[in-house]
T-cell receptor, first 111, second 112 residues
């Protein structure tokens, strides 16, 4: 089983739609959680950190459920420019610091 | 600030050839990483460094070597390239482990 698992998609949604991505992680000692965005043939860039209390940045909302070991990302009012791959990232510091990247979920927003 | 830069951007090698990928960062970050990214797989850590003069193995270190002689530079070497090393290579750096990682633009390597 992969340490961080995501639905690869692709998710095809119309502009203005709300779309949600989930990510599960296997190590309960995981400490930090992030969503990165990666455009086609570009490098990953941080979209937002994920906090236990949940956090929002404009149209984006991230939530963490430690008990069930999953992270979610909700995008409201999708824009064409949201088309990208979204990477779930988990870090843990027990037994040696480690950052694990999910394989990513592809999103296509169409007009 | 240029952030994280990588050279070259593209390279084609023949099996058995060697090459060095250069990563440079101007953010005074202690931690630097080399990843490879293949279709359908997440970024996989090849080697990393927690400071000048130190290196450590990551998840997939075989066939690669690294050096961090200066804080701002992290070099990745392929001594004898194999087709299985065809991939996109990303360098990243961060100020503290567990914080945001800043990535370079990547190097697309094809080994024939």
């Amino acid at each position: 089983r992969k340490e961080v698992e995501q639905d690869p998609g692709p998710f095809n949604v119309p502009e203005g739609a709300t779309v949600a991505f989930n990510c599960t992680y296997s190590n309960s000692a995981s400490q930090s959680f992030f969503w990165y965005r990666q455009d086609c043939r570009k490098e990953p860039k941080l979209l937002m950190s994920v906090y236990s209390s949940g956090n929002e940045d404009g149209r984006f909302t991230a939530q963490l459920n430690r008990a069930s070991q999953y992270i979610s990302l909700l995008i409201r009012d999708s824009k064409l420019s949201d088309s990208a791959t979204y990477l779930c990232v988990v870090t843990k510091g027990t037994g040696g610091f480690k950052t694990i990247f999910g394989a990513g979920t592809r999103l296509f927003v169409k007009a | 600030n240029a952030g994280v830069t990588q050279t070259p951007k593209f390279r084609v090698l023949k099996t058995g050839q060697s090459m060095t990928l250069l990563c440079a960062q101007d953010m005074n970050h202690e931690y630097m990483y080399w990843y490879r990214q293949d279709p359908g797989m997440g970024l996989r850590l090849i080697h990393y460094s927690v400071g000048e003069g130190t290196t450590a193995k990551g998840e997939v270190p075989d066939g690669y070597n690294v050096s961090r002689l200066k804080k701002q530079n992290f070099l990745l070497g392929l001594e004898s390239a194999a087709p299985s090393q065809t991939s996109v290579y990303f360098c990243a750096s961060t100020y503290l482990q567990g914080n945001e990682q800043f990535f370079g633009p990547g190097t697309r390597l094809t080994v024939l």
